[in-house]
């Protein structure tokens, strides 16, 4: 194979992958503004509404005042992040109920973080598996962005004139 189309192909690939980590980046740095988090559902407590290793949006903007019987709500349950389904609203906590076990519990405002926007099942645990790497992964999105700053050998047409109007040494 001709060695041109070979370089030429790698640079291709090398291309759509910047711009690939580059509009993940600016996903990610909008949806923090807009007060979006992600939320991976560890558990099978929402199953079948969320699955279990679905990656959750969360409106963290979101009051208690917002949310009505129906919402899923996420919370602190002691250490844990959780979520569960708003059953009882009233004007200073929320009551939540597992749709696994049908157990209840009680949400304040210092317990809430926001109430779901949008799941997207199997997509979470692939995330936790990145996330342990995640130095890995920004070292390797650093090095892709300042590689492809580097410039790729192309003569420039400054350089060309300079090189034709250069006195030749014999």
């Known amino acids: 194979m001709n060695k041109r189309v070979i370089i030429s192909t790698l640079a291709n690939i090398f291309t759509v992958l ?90 304040t405002p210092s317990t809430y973080l926001g109430k779901q926007v949008l799941a997207v099942p199997s997509v979470g645990v692939r995330i936790r598996e990145i996330a342990k790497y995640k130095w890995i992964v920004i070292v390797i999105a650093g090095l892709l962005v300042v590689a492809g700053c580097i410039p790729r050998g192309k003569k420039t047409q400054k350089m060309k004139t300079a090189e034709k109007t250069a006195p030749q040494s014999t």
Not at 32 to 49: A, L, Q, W
Not at 67 to 80: F, I, R, S
């Open 18 to 107: 910047c711009c690939v980590v580059i509009v993940i980046g600016i996903i990610g740095l909008v949806g923090v503004v807009m007060g979006i988090r992600p939320f991976v559902m560890i558990s099978e407590s929402m199953h079948p509404e969320v699955l279990k290793n679905s990656l959750v949006l969360l409106d963290t903007r979101s009051k208690m005042n917002d949310v009505v019987v129906g919402d899923n709500v996420a919370y602190l349950l002691g250490k844990v992040e959780a979520m569960h389904k708003c059953v009882a609203v009233s004007p200073d906590e929320l009551t939540v109920c597992s749709l696994a076990d049908n157990g209840e519990s009680t949400v």
